[in-house]
């Protein structure tokens, strides 16, 4: 009798072990992805007397309000840098939970950026999974950019990247709204919103569970809500420049806004 019910409890409960064991696998392997780039950024703001944090990219400038969803010349060539200069492989930047709950998988790349291929159209080919801290010049201060974003002025638990924010898509210049969820400029109904609850506002990449976030001083942590230290959104800037990839230029150093 006892042997029966145990018998009948595995086999209820494996399942559901075995998922919860799937998910924790592929939840360390993101994280360990952050932190190897978090590290990555760290040690290339060190190197060669640099200072500051990667910005700009293969392509001439810095990202700015038009460009800054490009893959070749805005945000993300930021990140482009760690890969040439040999701190981090192509493969670090694909998160093992957007291959598996979005089915993004990685499209040709070229030599000089993360490729977003017909992303918009299929909704998954994009080699980069994570959001970088804005690195878009604004104008007040943008004369200071490299002094005020260089490693040594910034809090070791200042966030530089994360799982890709869900407001933005890859290759696109767009920062939408929380509650439009499927990104068709649409607030979702009531009832989709009620059904997400707080989650509606956590990366896509581990079904809204949470996401993982990479901290200048190397390390990575699990956030279940997207709010750093002192209730700083990530996934949110606290300038009116928001649309246009902004942080807040009053507190570039306080102000982290993660994009695309």
């Not at 209820?12 to 932190?35: D, Q």
């Not at 017909?118 to 104008?139: D, E, I, K, Q, W």
């Not at 439009?180 to 607030?187: G, R, S, V, Y």
């Not at 230290?229 to 949110?236: K, M, T």
Request: aromatic share 8%.
């Amino acid at each position: 009798m006892v042997v029966g019910i145990i018998a009948i409890l595995l086999g209820v409960l494996s399942p559901i072990l075995l998922k919860a064991m799937f998910l924790a696998r592929r939840e360390a392997g993101c994280r360990a992805n952050v932190r190897r780039i978090a590290g990555a950024c760290y040690q290339y703001a060190f190197a060669s007397r640099r200072r500051f944090l990667p910005i700009g990219g293969p392509a001439a400038g810095f990202p700015d309000a038009n460009n800054w969803g490009n893959m070749l010349n805005g945000n993300p060539a930021c990140l482009w840098l760690l890969v040439k200069y040999d701190y981090c492989g192509r493969s670090t930047f694909l998160c093992p939970g957007a291959m598996n709950d979005r089915n993004w998988e990685a499209p040709p790349l070229d030599a000089n950026n993360f490729s977003a291929t017909n992303f918009v159209a299929t909704r998954g080919m994009s080699t980069l999974s994570y959001s970088y801290v804005s690195m878009c010049n604004m104008p007040s201060w943008s004369a200071k950019l490299t002094t005020k974003m260089t490693a040594e002025q910034l809090e070791p638990t200042f966030v530089v990247l994360a799982d890709q924010n869900p407001r933005c898509d890859p290759g696109v210049t767009k920062v939408y709204d929380y509650r439009d969820t499927d990104h068709n400029n649409a607030i979702d109904s009531a009832n989709v919103l009620a059904r997400l609850g707080s989650t509606v506002k956590n990366s896509l990449n581990h079904q809204r569970t949470g996401q993982n976030v990479g901290r200048v001083d190397g390390s990575a942590v699990w956030m279940t809500d997207p709010n750093a230290e002192g209730g700083d959104d990530i996934f949110s800037s606290k300038s009116s420049g928001e649309a246009n990839g902004q942080r807040d230029g009053d507190s570039p150093t306080g102000d982290t806004f993660l994009i695309p």
